[in-house]
Structures are given as structure tokens and as C-alpha cells.
């Protein structure tokens, strides 16, 4: 299995929205909806901000936002802020013992 | 709260076998769950290489097939990977993490790993 294909860089000024993508292909992303995303500030572990496509875990605000179309889930985040500047990788269960992640996006908050 | 940890030695030479434990606190793995080693080399992303449950069942990432084992103590609640035949390429901080059907809810804080030649 490859990877899923993250853009390695993203960036957007306070407040404004950025959406970072995962392509992925119908083995993984659009057989199932058990898409996540992480996000992961410099020298920390990755933190689940979204799991099964658009659930979030109790904590994480609303303003990160998950979807899904066809073989491509998408993360948005609104409202941004200074401390979303993070790295941000997305994962997928591919089925019978597989699990993917992408390359991560470095999103910058201008 | 869910907490893992790493440990293990921080530099192994090449040709030889990594050896990492996870310790689990605030979960049984007899519980349930799959538990996971996930690695990321220096400016890379994240890649996964193996699951295991509690009962012994593994699951694995294809190019790791041969080269990474994983066992679990229930009774000491832990884990382990050990990955032969490492060369540089491995050198990566390696996560020890709970996870189902892709999941990854909770993680370690992780322990980089050097392989040296």
C-alpha cells in the first residue's frame, strides 16, 4: 500500500479557513470511513483531532472540521489561530491489516 | 487516562536488532484494543509497522513482514517490538500507540531511536 498523497505545505492568515487534503485511492479512503487526522506540534506526538471521517474527540474544538468525497477526505480548520500552526497527517484503515498515513502537511498561520 | 510510554536504547548499530517495551497505565491491555508501533524518521511522516492484540493476534505493514515482532505481557501491562537487521533507513522516533480500525486515539511521547554504523 502507498502512502496517501498530503500537499506538503499549507498556510492562511488569522482567521480565515485553510483545507488540507488526502488522496488516497478506493482500497482505502473511499472504501471506508475510518479516515483521521493528527495534528503534531514540533518535537510532540501526534494529537487524533478527527476521527471516522467528521467526529471529533471530546476537546477538540469545533473549529477542525473533516469530510469526505470519493477517494479524497479533506481537513478544515476555521477561525485560524496562532497555535494551529502545526504539521497535520491524515491516516486510513485500508482493510484486511492495513493501516495508512500521509506524507503530512506543514500548515503555517501567517 | 489512557498513558504509554517508550523505552528502549537510543542508538543500535546497523546489522543489529532494535528492541523497544511500551508500558501501558490507566488500561488493561487484556481489555482490548490493538496496540501499535508507529515510527517517523527525521522530517518524514508517520508510518506504521505493526499491531498486536491482546490475545497474541498481529497484523503487520507489508515492508516489515519479516523484520518486526511484536509481543505483549499481560501482566506487566506492556508491549514490545524488535525490528532485525536495522540500517540507517530505521533511524526514526518510534511511538508506541492504542488504535482500532485506524484510530490512533492515544500515543506515547515517543523515543528516538539512532542506528549507527
Known amino acids: 500500500q502507498s502512502a496517501l498523497t498530503q500537499p506538503p505545505s499549507a498556510s492562511g492568515s488569522p482567521g480565515q479557513s485553510v483545507t488540507i487534503s488526502c488522496t488516497g485511492t478506493?482500497?482505502?479512503?473511499?472504501?471506508?470511513?475510518?479516515v483521521s487526522w493528527y495534528q503534531q506540534h514540533p518535537g510532540k506526538a501526534p494529537k487524533l483531532i478527527i476521527y471516522e471521517v467528521s467526529e471529533r474527540p471530546s476537546g477538540v474544538p469545533d473549529r477542525f472540521s473533516g469530510s469526505k468525497s470519493g477517494n479524497t477526505a479533506s481537513l478544515t480548520v476555521s477561525g485560524l489561530q496562532a497555535e494551529d500552526e502545526a504539521d497535520y497527517h491524515c491516516s486510513s484503515y485500508a482493510g484486511t491489516n492495513n493501516l495508512i498515513f500521509g506524507g503530512g502537511t506543514k500548515l503555517a498561520v501567517l | 487516562q489512557v498513558q504509554l510510554q517508550e523505552s528502549g536504547p537510543g542508538l543500535v548499530k546497523a546489522s543489529e536488532t532494535l528492541s523497544l517495551i511500551c508500558n501501558v497505565s490507566?488500561?488493561?491491555?487484556?481489555?482490548?484494543?490493538?496496540w501499535a508501533w508507529i515510527r517517523q524518521a527525521p522530517g518524514k511522516g508517520l508510518e506504521w509497522i505493526r499491531s498486536?492484540?491482546?490475545?497474541?493476534?498481529?497484523y503487520y505493514n507489508a515492508p516489515f513482514k519479516s523484520r518486526a515482532t511484536m509481543s505483549v505481557d499481560t501482566s506487566k501491562n506492556q508491549f514490545s517490538l524488535k525490528l532485525s537487521s536495522v540500517t540507517a533507513a530505521d533511524t526514526a522516533v518510534y511511538y508506541c500507540?492504542?488504535?482500532?480500525?485506524?484510530?490512533?486515539?492515544?500515543w506515547g511521547q515517543g523515543t528516538l531511536v539512532t542506528v549507527s554504523s
Open positions: 498486536i492484540y491482546h490475545s497474541g493476534s498481529t
Open positions: 478506493s482500497s482505502d479512503v473511499g472504501a471506508y470511513n475510518y
Open positions: 490507566g488500561y488493561a491491555i487484556s481489555s482490548g484494543y490493538w
Open positions: 500507540a492504542r488504535e482500532t480500525y485506524g484510530k490512533v486515539e492515544y
